[in-house]
């Protein structure tokens, strides 16, 4: 509140003069940004406003700054908590070389200690895929007390046995016994497969929860490659896991995980919340198996997993980089995706030490606040701007989608998954599905009157 005159007020660039009665109010620009542009379309004789330049053209001047400004400080921030992870892992990594020049924990980690989490691996008639997949599990398996890896075989094919009892007591082999055929509809009898795996799937669950009474069970099928922290991280998030009743499953898998998808240098650490069941190497607790156990499904367990009835609004944990890679092109689903976008998962090769870091920011009452912040913060973009690089580097970004068509578009654009289980999308959590692109984060999110998932999008 200041007096001025009215050649001084004309002249600075950084006031605004609004005459009274006999003196002038003055003040900042930033202060009176929400009320300039009702006072300029409700002008009276009482209300007299001097301006040196188009208003118009001084507010969006100082909308396109505090953009700016916002902008630099979303992506200061984004910088700093890639900054953290990466001072958690290179703070004193639990890792050591092994004589096979993979990593493995050292003989300090915690990962010695701590609840039994069993491996159930699943196989049938693959018997290259089953040594693949054990040589790699063993070589990474820090403690055979405390991951003891079962394997479950269906099918009765000799050499896929012969295989797997090679490996002598560092593992566990169970075999389905009920090898009769399956009753199948006739119109469903090219998918016979996925009625025998959904068999087999509950005979084996039932024999690690109700036979070998363990409280939870990572799971597993013959054709995946692990990452080296594969362990290491199945550890690391299952008191999350059993913390949040918000949460279901672990997936050591990211089906947006291509390496030009994810942030390969510096992402390797960050974990998130997914409404997508992804599969691909999880976890799972035996209260869980107790709820969905009782009402399994003769088929298509997977998608029947992810229908509302059993998701029920639960989240699961999913990696920025994937902690498993399929191998497997021939199997009962024929290869299904796999030249075109399953071949092309990245598999995190840098061992991360999780059990060392504080991994609570994933449970819902302090993931939700923040990850919603940073979408609603986001500039918002159009296609066009990310494929241009004209965006800065290291920002957030948002890119948003009104329709299923809309969204189909977008992501066949980008290169990401663009289908539907149950109406949710591929790694998505409330809709958005956050993924990097060329140097920049982008969350491909609805828009702000979203209601929620609409299974007719499936």
């Known amino acids: 509140d200041l007096k ?9 660039p950084q006031l605004v003069c609004w005459p009274a009665t ?34 118009n053209q001084q507010l969006d001047k100082l909308e396109e700054e505090l953009n700016g400004q916002l902008q630099f400080y979303n992506g200061l921030l984004e910088k700093l908590r890639i900054l953290g992870h990466q001072q958690d892992i290179n703070g ?7 004589s096979q020049g993979g990593q493995r924990p050292s003989s300090g980690s915690p990962l010695y200690n701590g609840p039994v989490l069993p491996v159930l691996l699943i ?11 054990l040589d790699l599990l063993l070589k990474y398996r820090p403690s055979q007390d405390r991951f003891p890896i079962i394997v479950s ?40 497969g996925y009625f025998l795996i959904a068999r087999h799937y509950r005979w084996a669950l039932n024999q690690l929860f109700q036979k070998f009474n363990h409280e939870a069970v990572i799971i597993v099928e013959d054709d995946l490659d692990v990452a080296p922290d594969f362990f290491e991280y199945f550890s690391a998030t299952y008191p999350i896991l059993q913390s949040d009743p918000t949460l279901w499953c672990v997936s050591a898998w990211n089906d947006n995980g291509k ?4 942030d390969v240098k510096n992402g390797t650490s960050i974990l998130y919340r997914t409404d997508f069941f992804p599969g691909l190497g999880w976890m799972m607790t035996k209260e869980l198996w107790d ?107 948002r890119l948003i989608y009104h329709t299923k068509d809309n969204f189909k578009k977008m992501t066949k654009a980008l290169g990401l998954m663009d289908d539907f289980k149950a109406g949710v999308p591929r ?3 409330k809709g958005v599905i956050t993924f990097f692109y060329g140097g920049l984060r982008i969350f491909l999110s609805p828009s702000n009157n979203w209601k929620g998932y609409n299974p007719s999008w499936s």
């Open 4 to 12: 001025v005159n009215e050649v001084e007020c004309q002249t600075h």
């Open 22 to 55: 006999t003196r002038s109010l003055v003040y900042p620009s930033q202060q009176i940004l929400h009320i300039l542009r009702p006072c300029v379309s409700a002008l009276t004789g009482l209300c007299f406003l001097k301006i040196s330049q188009s208003i």
């Open 92 to 98: 004193g990594s639990d890792a050591v070389a092994d």
């Open 123 to 133: 196989a049938c008639n693959r018997e290259s895929a089953v040594r693949r997949s």
């Open 153 to 192: 075989q269906d099918c009765g094919h000799r050499p896929t046995r012969e295989a797997i009892e090679s490996y002598g007591d560092k593992i566990i082999l169970i075999q389905q016994p009920d090898l009769s055929d399956i009753d199948v509809p006739l119109k469903e009898r090219k998918f016979k």
């Open 259 to 262: 390496a030009n998808l994810v």
């Open 291 to 397: 709820e969905l156990g009782v009402k399994w499904p003769r088929s298509y367990w997977d998608d029947w997993v992810r229908a509302p009835e059993q998701r029920a609004d639960r989240a699961c944990i999913r990696p920025e980089v994937s902690r498993t890679r399929t191998f497997g092109k021939k199997g009962v689903s024929n290869g299904l995706f796999y030249e075109k976008h399953l071949k092309q998962i990245h598999l995190n090769d840098a061992y991360v030490p999780f059990s060392k870091m504080n991994l609570t920011y994933l449970l819902k009452e302090q993931y939700d606040p923040v990850f919603e912040q940073q979408v609603q913060s986001s500039q918002v973009v159009s296609i066009i701007d990310i494929k241009s690089d004209r965006l800065t580097k290291g920002n957030t970004y």
């Open 427 to 429: 790694t998505g959590y």
